[in-house]
Structures are given as C-alpha cells and as structure tokens.
C-alpha cells in the first residue's frame, strides 16, 4: 500500500509474510533475541529477504520476549522511526 512509509518487526514468523514482498524500497527494522527458541533468527532472515532487504538487529542472549531489552528496544525503534519518517 502506498500509504505504508516502512515496518518493524520483533521477532517475526515467517509464515504468511509474503504481503512484506510490495514494500519494495520502504525501510524495515527486524529485531529477534539469538536464543529465541521459539522462533529461530533464521524466521527474521526470511522476512528480511521476502521484504527485499531491511536491518536485522540480533539481541545477543535474548529470548523471543525481548523482556531484558527494553531500552534497547525503544532507542533502535525510535531512532528507526525518526530516520524512516523525517519531519
């Protein structure tokens, strides 16, 4: 859609992710934790790739919650949307 300016993602499943395929050269930010277990940093790369690129940010020890990485989180998804929507 044209009114879509980019995605985040956090921990993303690749299944049914193939409507990420039209945002062509919008931004995108995934974020997964490298011991999610329950949906491996390769789901991510899947979206990654279906989306035509993006940054992934891998939280080195954290799990599918993301829960020990609260400001990292909002600094990335706040610096991600200032970046992808300039004033």
Known sequence: S???SGGIT???RSARCEPAVPLGARPVLLI???RDSILPVE???AVQQLAGGGEL???EGEDHLLA???DELVDRTLA???AAMPA
Do not use: I, M, N, Y
Request: proline fraction near 10%; avoid cysteine.
């Open 68 to 70: 020990g990485a609260h």
């Open 32 to 34: 997964h934790g490298s």
């Open 80 to 82: 991600f949307v200032r």
């Open 10 to 12: 956090f921990a993303p």
């Open 2 to 4: 044209p009114a879509v």
């Open 43 to 45: 789901a991510s790369k």
């Open 57 to 59: 940010v891998v939280l």
